[in-house]
């Protein structure tokens, strides 16, 4: 008969055989735990080696090899041996399970648990997250120049300069046409810059009165800098309607040349280099200082801005020569804080089924030759409903006086403050 120690090893599960003793009655003994020591473990403290000799004596068992079933008898390779009541030495077993039964063990498995889930819902530390931030800032940078170069690669610097041109001398009627209309639109935006720059750059600071400064424009307000994106700044046509001028507010604007940090800037985005001039020039007429103002080459496809970094978006006449409108308006959305605001104005098409609509349609295809990619039978509007803003509040009006691009969409879309 096996010795059951080593029965025990060869099936590697002792409580399974104790329990099979019992179903089979081979034993007339109740069924007891066998435990077997591994001959490399050693006793891990007196305390534990105290809890050990406090249970219940291991009783020589006799098995009849009849009585166990026709599996268990074939792994059975030795019948004489016999369990005696001195033990004899352990057979080699598996390695110690993981866990073990002792209290000490037990708490110190909970406490390294416990260490090692607290270490991974930590945050990054300060390096990690730089790197990262810087990271992301490269790979947008990246995609930017991408995009810029599979858009505008075809384009002739003189084809860019001539358009330049044409849009910072040409545009005399249609800014008359459309100037109250701009005004009503950017009030809030002017307002709320007159008290940022008033404050002398609190509005925009840490400080308790960046909100409130920033009360009215549907904006966020809480960073060092209160910044506007104008995507497609062109000539810089925009900056009078929504910066205090000199004409309007003197104070305003003499504290907002003589600020060494600005309370706020403004970044134009183009895709025309050539624009960049004309733009600056406009910034200064409009009262702001040098460090207020920069230009950036890029599509409304792909923005070389990081996420989050606009307090307010602009674009005015933009969608009509993107290649992608929903692409440009999610670029929008995605450079926007949260709470902040998109104020845009584009010429759209016309009814359908109108005269001007059929006439839109004839001369569409002439126009983004004539016109730097314009296109004059686009509407916008339902992108920008779709692109999950909070709130969207736009208005459909007819400018007299310009014919196929008379109809117009004028209105504000602000991100939601959570997301």
Known sequence: ?????????????????????????????????????????????????????????????????????????SATTDPSAHLSSAHPPPSPLPPAPLSCPCAICSRRALISASLLLSASALPANAADSASSAASASAQTAEAAQAALAAIRGGKWRWQEELFAWMMATGMKEYEES??????????????????????????????????????????????????????????????????????SSPNISSSLQTQSAPAFEIVGVDPNPSMQPYAEASAAASGLAGNQFRFLQGVGEALPLDDGCADVAV??????????????????????????????????AAP?????????????????????????TRDPLPAIKLSGF??????????????????????????????
Not at 11 to 36: D, F, K, M
């Open 390 to 419: 909070a709130a969207v509040q736009a208005r459909e009006v007819m400018l007299p006086g310009l014919w196929l691009i008379s109809p117009h969409v004028i209105g504000r879309a602000d991100k939601a403050l959570c997301f």
């Open 315 to 348: 674009c005015s006449l933009v969608m009509c020569s993107v290649a992608d409108v929903r692409q440009c308006v999610s670029e929008i959305k995605r450079i926007l804080k949260p709470g902040g605001s998109y104020y845009f104005l584009e010429h759209v």
């Open 1 to 73: 008969m096996p010795s059951l120690p080593n029965l025990a090893a060869r099936l590697g599960t002792p409580n399974l055989l104790a329990s099979l003793i019992t179903r089979h009655g081979g034993c007339s003994l109740p069924a007891v735990s066998i435990q077997a020591r591994h001959p490399n473990q050693t006793r891990r403290s007196k305390y534990r080696s105290s809890l050990s000799s406090q249970q219940a004596p291991v009783h020589p068992v006799s098995i009849k090899a009849h009585s166990l079933p026709s599996s268990i008898q």
């Open 352 to 376: 359908r089924g109108t005269a001007l609509h059929r006439w839109q349609t004839i001369l569409d295809p002439l126009q983004p030759l004539l016109y730097d990619g314009c296109h004059i």
């Open 178 to 247: 459309v100037e109250g209309y701009k005004t009503a639109l950017f009030e809030p935006l002017r307002a709320g810059i007159g008290r940022i720059a008033a404050a002398g750059g609190a509005g925009g600071g840490g400080g308790g009165g960046g909100e409130s400064s920033a009360e009215g424009m549907g904006v966020s307000g809480k960073e060092g800098v209160f910044r506007v994106v104008e995507i497609g700044v062109g000539a810089g046509p925009n900056f009078r309607f929504y910066t205090p001028s000199s004409e």
